[in-house]
């Protein structure tokens, strides 16, 4: 069955961290570029972080430049996202997602998502 | 804001056709080909509709159709049908320094 599992989310302080990850199945993982996508209670989606296939590459949204990482096992199927320094807007669920075009070339879009796993930022 | 400028509420009766528009710059949707939609019922993940500009993964409905012109990116569904309302939202890459920019998102109603 092809499917991305999130988990790690919870309920965590402002300046601390949390390490979010993305099983991945039914699907040759190492083969697609992958996403983390996050959508705030009630707001729209944001893109957060990419990493190519291979994880040579990784991009981040300026709003988390510098205080998110993403990184990827390919020889577990598994995508990460280590999240610090958490503000009360990082609040949201986070979704991880699989670029729609296998290779070296990002399609930029995604053509399977997880169910997501929900981070919440608060004192 | 969002990148992306998208209706807030479109609405149609069964059988009919509705467009929703997605406007954004040269740096992105007038620039590149790859705008995306997406189809998001509440507490559900988002289901891509439409990459590419106008291509349908496979078992998309081909009531569903995308287009492009200028700065302004178009999704057309035809036939409408009770199961169409959700939240739609356009997606693009961009030469900003995000990357991926997506549209605020547009409630369609069914009526």
């Known amino acids: 069955q092809v499917q991305l599992v999130e988990s790690g989310g919870g309920v965590v302080q402002p300046g601390r961290s949390l390490r979010l990850s993305c099983a991945a199945s039914?699907?040759?993982?190492?083969?697609?570029?992958m996403y983390w996508v996050r959508q705030a209670p009630g707001k729209g989606l944001e893109w957060v972080a990419i990493?190519?296939?291979?994880?040579?590459?990784?991009y981040y949204a300026d709003s988390v430049k510098g205080r998110f990482t993403i990184s990827r096992d390919n020889s577990k199927n598994t995508l990460f996202l280590q999240m610090n320094s958490l503000r009360a807007e990082d609040t949201a669920v986070y979704y991880c997602?699989?670029?729609?075009?296998?290779?070296?070339?990002?399609?930029?879009?995604?053509?399977?998502w997880g169910r997501g796993t929900l981070v919440t930022v608060s004192s | 804001q969002s990148a992306l400028t998208q209706p807030a509420s479109v609405s149609g009766s069964p059988g009919q056709s509705i467009t929703i528009s997605c406007t954004g710059t040269?740096?992105?949707?007038?620039?590149?080909?790859?705008v995306s939609w997406y189809k998001q019922h509440p507490g559900k993940a988002p289901k891509l509709m439409i990459y590419?500009?106008?291509n349908r993964p496979s078992g998309v409905s081909n009531r569903f159709s995308g287009s492009k012109s200028g700065n302004t990116a178009s999704l057309t569904i035809s036939g409408l049908q009770a199961e169409d309302e959700a939240d739609y939202y356009c997606?693009?890459?961009?030469?900003?320094?995000?990357?991926?920019?997506f549209g605020g998102g547009t409630k369609l109603t069914v009526l």
């Open positions: 997602a699989r670029d729609t075009s296998s290779g070296p070339l990002p399609d930029w879009s995604f053509d399977l």
């Open positions: 039914g699907f040759t993982f190492s083969r697609y570029a």
């Open positions: 990493i190519s296939y291979d994880g040579s590459k990784k």
């Open positions: 040269s740096s992105d949707v007038g620039g590149y080909n790859y």
């Open positions: 590419d500009v106008s």
């Open positions: 997606s693009s890459y961009t030469t900003s320094s995000t990357l991926v920019v």
